[in-house]
């Protein structure tokens, strides 16, 4: 699926923890925001570089990708399941090895509604699974939230116009087969 019309994603990385996950929740970031999320919250033990990391790239390679902590993520998505900041419910969707094959999901997904996706890091609460609307599966066999998130969003949003979504970026990278071609926009 390749939605013309998409709804505000957040991306929600439970568990966090500074020493072990460093790149990978970094990465996960990254991936988020060159896949068409809107933003991330960050979940688990307080991590001031993974933010930093984030808001830096978005500044050198533009976009309007927000990240924050969030120490109270299970309240989040429980509100959000009630009220996404319109008076009405958000879409909450798990991503988890258990769940629903994705390509049987997305097109059950309701697209008229803010959605967050969850990823986990160490064991997810089992309320988790209760709260969502959707626990979807990249593949019933465990392999990285990084690589889950990439696919599921790659199917829900499609290709993204990099030269328009990044457009205000200080840097832009011209795509070239046979050569790395970057311009920084200041200095033309
Ligand atoms: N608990 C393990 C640990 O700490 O070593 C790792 C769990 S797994 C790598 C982390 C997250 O990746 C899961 O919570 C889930 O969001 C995602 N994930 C892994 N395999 C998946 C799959 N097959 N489908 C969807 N999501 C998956």
């Known amino acids: 699926m390749s939605a013309t019309r998409l709804p505000h994603i957040s991306v929600l990385r439970l568990g966090h923890r500074r020493e072990r996950d460093k790149r990978i929740t970094s990465h996960l970031g990254l991936t988020a925001r060159a896949f068409g999320a809107d933003e991330i919250y960050l979940a688990g033990e307080e991590d001031p570089s993974a933010l930093e990391t984030w808001n830096s790239v978005s500044k050198r390679f533009g976009g309007n990708f927000q990240c924050r902590y969030e120490d109270k993520p299970l309240s989040l998505l429980r509100k959000f399941s009630k ?85 205000d970026g200080e840097l832009r990278v011209i795509p070239n087969a046979v050569r790395k071609q970057v311009v920084n926009v200041e200095e033309e």
């Open 83 to 167: 009220d996404c900041g319109n008076g009405e419910s958000g879409s909450i969707i798990h991503l988890t090895m258990y769940g629903e094959p994705w390509k049987e999901a997305l097109p059950k997904i309701n697209l008229d509604k803010p959605m967050i996706i969850v990823v986990g890091g160490t064991k997810v609460p089992g309320e988790v699974y209760r709260l969502a609307n959707h626990n979807i599966s990249i593949g019933n066999q465990p392999h990285s939230e990084v690589a889950a998130l990439a696919i599921f969003l790659d199917s829900l949003v499609g290709d993204i116009d990099d030269q328009v979504h990044f457009s």
